[in-house]
């Protein structure tokens, strides 16, 4: 079970990213408008939260799931879940803010979380935990 909550939130996490790399190529905000940016950017910026959005929320099962089953896995869990907050709290503020800081922010949390997931995923593998 863990392993399939694993791949799931490593192929979330590659569908987000590129979703998250056209938001940044191919959608500007007019010149002189105010945020919230996320507004101007349709059906992709909709997609880019909503995946967001179900990141965290299954990025929370992994956690219960690694404590319920397996403490060797709960550190890279735990880790994993707080580059997904530090993510979606960075793509919230650069939304509205738009300050690089945030977008900083979105891109390490993105980075550990999927470091995190990536190994925990190996771990699983290695050690037989379905």
Same mark, same amino acid.
């Given at each position: 079970?863990?392993?399939?909550?694993?791949?799931?939130?490593?192929?979330?996490?590659?569908?987000?990213?590129?979703?998250?790399?056209?938001?940044?190529?191919?959608?500007? =905000?007019?010149?002189?408008?105010?945020?919230?940016? %996320?507004?101007? /950017?349709?059906?992709? *910026?909709? !997609?880019?939260? &909503? $995946?967001?959005?179900?990141?965290?929320?299954?990025?929370?099962?992994?956690?219960?799931?690694?404590?319920?089953?397996?403490?060797?896995?709960?550190?890279?869990?735990?880790?994993?879940?707080?580059?997904?907050?530090?993510?979606?709290?960075?793509?919230? =503020?650069?939304?509205?803010?738009?300050?690089?800081? %945030?977008?900083? /922010?979105?891109?390490? *949390?993105? !980075?550990?979380? &999927? $470091?995190?997931?990536?190994?925990?995923?190996?771990?699983?593998?290695?050690?037989?935990?379905?």
């Amino acid at each position: 079970m863990i392993t399939k909550r694993l791949k799931m939130a490593v192929g979330l996490l590659s569908v987000e990213f590129v979703a998250g790399m056209l938001l940044l190529t191919l959608f500007r =905000a007019p010149q002189g408008t105010e945020p919230p940016f %996320w507004s101007a /950017t349709g059906i992709t *910026g909709a !997609i880019h939260g &909503l $995946l967001g959005l179900a990141i965290l929320i299954g990025s929370i099962f992994i956690v219960v799931n690694a404590a319920r089953r397996n403490r060797i896995l709960l550190s890279r869990a735990v880790l994993g879940f707080l580059g997904v907050v530090a993510s979606v709290v960075g793509g919230l =503020a650069f939304g509205s803010i738009h300050g690089s800081v %945030w977008l900083f /922010t979105m891109s390490v *949390g993105f !980075i550990v979380a &999927l $470091l995190s997931y990536g190994s925990m995923y190996a771990v699983a593998k290695a050690n037989g935990l379905e």
